[in-house]
């Protein structure tokens, strides 16, 4: 099992850059991902690293602009965004999948969730 924790949204102009991090506690070696929901819609993945952090995968609409990254020595996952759209705009959630070897984007395979962080991107 492990806690997960998001950190670091808020407010951004188009254009801008933010980083999220993730925290994690307890056991912590799992693949996490990156998703988001925004406002009526349903929460899609935006991006995964794998326990190593050597595998990714990214959705096509922030492929180019957002990175994804972790340190396994101080147990976080980081999103890191660049040239933000308003449509990025939505609560950021982190979670870890129980699959050994997966590495995706689809909500249903992540078990442990955070509470999500708030990014707003508008001018």
């Known amino acids: 099992q492990v806690q997960l924790v998001e950190s670091g949204g808020g407010l951004v102009q188009p254009g801008g850059s933010l980083t999220l991090s993730c925290a994690a506690s307890g056991f912590t070696d799992y693949a996490i991902g990156w998703f988001r929901q925004a406002p009526g819609k349903e929460r899609e993945g935006v991006a995964c690293?794998?326990?190593?952090?050597?595998?990714?995968n990214f959705a096509d609409s922030v492929k180019g602009r957002f990175t994804i990254s972790r340190d396994n020595t101080k147990n976080l996952v980081y999103l890191h965004t660049n040239s933000l759209k308003p449509e990025d705009t939505g609560v950021y959630y982190c979670?870890?999948?129980?699959?050994?070897?997966?590495?995706?984007?689809?909500?249903?395979?992540?078990?442990?969730w955070g509470q999500g962080s708030q990014v707003t991107v508008s001018s």
């Open positions: 979670a870890a999948t129980r699959r050994r070897y997966y590495c995706g984007l689809q909500v249903n395979e992540y078990d442990f």
């Open positions: 690293v794998s326990r190593s952090g050597a595998g990714t």
